[in-house]
């Protein structure tokens, strides 16, 4: 996506400071850019956060807000404020009851799913696996042996059970991807729903539940994927008439409309996964488990420096300028909701008691 003229931004985030300071109405800026210099300043103030805190959640709270903002822009502009730092109010609470979810631990089986034709080598999960006493299954193209289509098939069958087991189980997908499959393996989101649902054993009277699963997507446009996988689960649960209790954790190591990248040596390791093997693996001392909250706060901080460079004054870092966009990945994580959930941000938004709304939400 071609970035947008920069003069273009700085007019439009002077236009909506001035209409939130004057109460002249704006509607809802459709680019991050405009949102984060004219409404984030405003936003941040209302909100009890670091600096460091506000800029690992502004991006989630601006794709809320955008997902709804025909329905922001119907109240005035005090009432919109109030309802964007509610929605902050409401990612944060959500953060903090995922965030000791365990993603790597004690009898937590890890299912890894690795590009054929790359020197990445079971071992980038074996290892860390063994390190906190989970459980590694491993699949990867033999060439002399094995077909793309029988490898695909043998994850998708791994990935069945954990859905059915009902045992704590975490997914890791390295190597390529776009919005529509793990490209890799030829796997598209729908089958990937389907595997889960039909995994789970759901019938009309036993709901659909995949909260024990933990998804991760290190490849091109996983959000994208996982975004589309959310959706489908719910459309295909909709459709066949069962209910869906909850949906799996989703963790991208790439932002929307993002790619991924890599580093190549002897061996290809994407930047996300070499970051968590070096955060909760190379690093002493080692946590008991490694938990959602670390991917969302020092996962995600370590990536932050991709593309981007610190500004140090004294002995402090103090913000950070950018130096190559197409180096920023940002990753993000996707927590499932529940009913109770749902009704709050109707409530939040103004929205009818029956108004569809996604069963996950984008955490940071």
């Known amino acids: 996506m071609p970035r947008p003229c920069l003069l273009h931004i700085r007019c439009l985030s002077l236009c909506l400071i001035a209409c939130w300071t004057t109460g002249a109405r704006a509607d809802f800026p459709a680019d991050f850019d405009a949102f984060h210099s004219g409404l984030s300043p405003a936003i941040s103030a209302r909100l009890d956060v670091t600096p460091k805190h506000y800029r690992q959640i502004e991006p989630s709270l601006f794709h809320l807000c955008l997902d709804h903002a025909d329905q922001l822009d119907m109240l005035s502009d005090h009432e919109r404020l109030d309802a964007i730092v509610k929605l902050a109010e409401f990612i944060d609470r959500k953060r903090d009851a995922a965030g000791d979810a365990i993603v790597i631990g004690t009898d937590r089986s890890m299912i890894g799913l690795l590009d054929p034709a790359r020197g990445l080598e079971p071992k980038e999960i074996t290892t860390i696996a063994a390190s906190y006493g989970a459980r590694p299954t491993v699949f990867k193209q033999d060439a002399a042996t094995e077909s793309i289509r029988q490898v695909a098939d043998d994850f998708l069958a791994s990935v069945g059970k954990a859905a059915a087991d009902g045992t704590p189980a975490t997914v890791v997908v390295l190597g390529h991807g776009s ?9 598209p989101f729908g089958r990937l729903a389907d595997t889960l649902i039909n995994g789970s054993g759901a019938t009309a009277e036993k709901p659909v539940d995949l909260g024990h699963l933990v998804l991760i997507c290190d490849d091109c446009y996983s959000a994208d994927f996982l975004i589309n996988l959310g959706t489908t689960i719910e459309s ?11 949906l799996p954790v989703m963790i991208a190591g790439t932002n929307r409309d993002r790619v991924g990248h890599a580093d190549f040596g002897e061996k290809f390791v994407p930047h996300f996964w070499k970051d968590v093997i070096e955060l909760f693996y190379v690093r002493r001392p080692r946590p008991d488990a490694v938990t959602l909250r670390d991917f969302f706060e020092k996962v995600d901080n370590m990536m932050y420096g991709y593309g981007r ?18 180096l920023c990945q940002d990753p993000v994580i996707f927590v499932p909701l529940s009913d109770a959930d749902l009704a ?8 009818p008691a029956d108004s569809t709304l996604p069963r996950f939400l984008d955490i940071g």
Do not use: N
């Open 179 to 187: 919005p529509e499959e793990i490209q890799s393996y030829s796997i």
């Open 344 to 351: 709050e941000l109707r409530t939040i938004l103004g929205l």
């Open 236 to 246: 295909r649960c909709h459709d066949r008439s069962l209910t869906l209790e909850s």
């Open 309 to 326: 460079a610190p500004i140090v004054q004294g002995s402090q870092v103090t913000g950070y300028r950018l130096v190559d966009p197409t």
